[in-house]
């Protein structure tokens, strides 16, 4: 059973959102995110998706639990995995989610507070001229928060040290 007190202190904060998958731009994308949320104060949602094998209408006309658990596992393995990758610093607070759906739509509709930012990896073109993902795409065209898009060369600006 969810703390509603908790869920409601989190709803009103400022929350960065970012969305993991397989490709090493989740990374790259994770660690901008982070800096972002430490640097704002803001709650840092890291978010995995999953969809059942064949699609939803599959799903429903020969359901198969023990392959959407063994999916919603994997799915909370990557996030987990992707975050460890990261080395997310101890000051975020950091709120992981797996989601059902695709990524895209996901992102879109947890990035829906007036304060949020949406962190999304950029992709290359493969050969053909075709992304390998609309992740991106479908983000900047339906999120209402504003959108970040992350190279995927990005490196985390240097912290100056403090004279003492």
Do not use: N
């Amino acid at each position: 059973m969810r703390d509603e007190r908790i869920d409601h202190r989190i709803d009103e904060q400022r929350r960065v959102v970012v969305g993991v998958d397989s490709d090493r731009s989740s990374v790259v994308a994770l660690r901008c995110a982070a800096e972002e949320a430490r640097r704002s104060g803001a709650v840092l949602v890291v978010v995995a998706a999953w969809s059942p094998f064949g699609g939803d209408i599959a799903e429903r006309t020969y359901p198969c639990p023990e392959l959407d658990a063994s999916q919603r596992s994997a799915a909370q393995r990557l996030l987990d995995s992707t975050c460890h990758l990261a080395a997310l610093p101890d000051e975020v607070v950091v709120e992981r989610r797996v989601e059902r759906g695709p990524l895209g739509p996901a992102l879109v509709a947890l990035a829906d507070g007036k304060d949020d930012l949406l962190v999304i990896g950029l992709r290359f073109r493969q050969a053909f001229g075709r992304l390998r993902s609309s992740v991106d795409r479908y983000c900047q065209r339906h999120a209402a928060a504003p959108v970040l898009v992350v190279p995927p060369h990005w490196e985390a600006p240097a912290v100056p040290a403090l004279a003492a």
